[in-house]
C-alpha cells in the first residue's frame, strides 16, 4: 500500500510562490506516474501536472504552464510542485495522486493512490 503525504500549503499573496511536497511511504521499482490535482470549493477536481517517475518527462494544464513546474527527487521518493506568479484563482486544495504506467492521464479517476491534500490560498 503506497501512502502519499503532502506538505507545503499556506496563505499567499497573489504573484507570490509557495512549493508542496509529496512524499510517498514505499519506494518500488514500478512504472509509474504521480501527479498534482487541484480542488476549489464547489469545483470539480482538476489535473495541475503529471511527471513519469523514471524518465521525468512532464505535462501540465494550459492554466498553470509557465508558472508551476513539478519535480522529483529520487533519493527522497518525494515530488514537488514549485508555484510561481500565484493567483486568487490558483487557490484550491492541492492532491498528490499516483498511478501505473507512463501515460499521463488528466482524468483524477485514473489515479490509484491519493494523499489527504494541502491548502493554498492565494490572496488578491
Known amino acids: 500500500q503506497v501512502q502519499l503525504v503532502e506538505s507545503g500549503g499556506g496563505l499567499v499573496q497573489a504573484g507570490g510562490s509557495l512549493r508542496l511536497s509529496c512524499a510517498a511511504s514505499v519506494r518500488t521499482f514500478s512504472v509509474y506516474v504521480m501527479g498534482w490535482f487541484r480542488q476549489a470549493p464547489g469545483k470539480e477536481r482538476e489535473f495541475v501536472a503529471a511527471i513519469t517517475w523514471s524518465d521525468e518527462r512532464t505535462s501540465y494544464a494550459d492554466s498553470v504552464k509557465g508558472r508551476f513546474t513539478i519535480s522529483r527527487d529520487n533519493a527522497k521518493n518525494t515530488m514537488y510542485l514549485q508555484m510561481n506568479s500565484l493567483k486568487p484563482e490558483d487557490t484550491a486544495v492541492y492532491y498528490c495522486?499516483?498511478?501505473?504506467?507512463?501515460?499521463?492521464?488528466?482524468?483524477?479517476?485514473?489515479?490509484?493512490?491519493w494523499g489527504q491534500g494541502t491548502q493554498v490560498t492565494v490572496s488578491s
Open positions: 495522486a499516483r498511478r501505473g504506467g507512463t501515460y499521463h492521464y488528466t482524468y483524477s479517476r485514473e489515479y490509484t493512490y
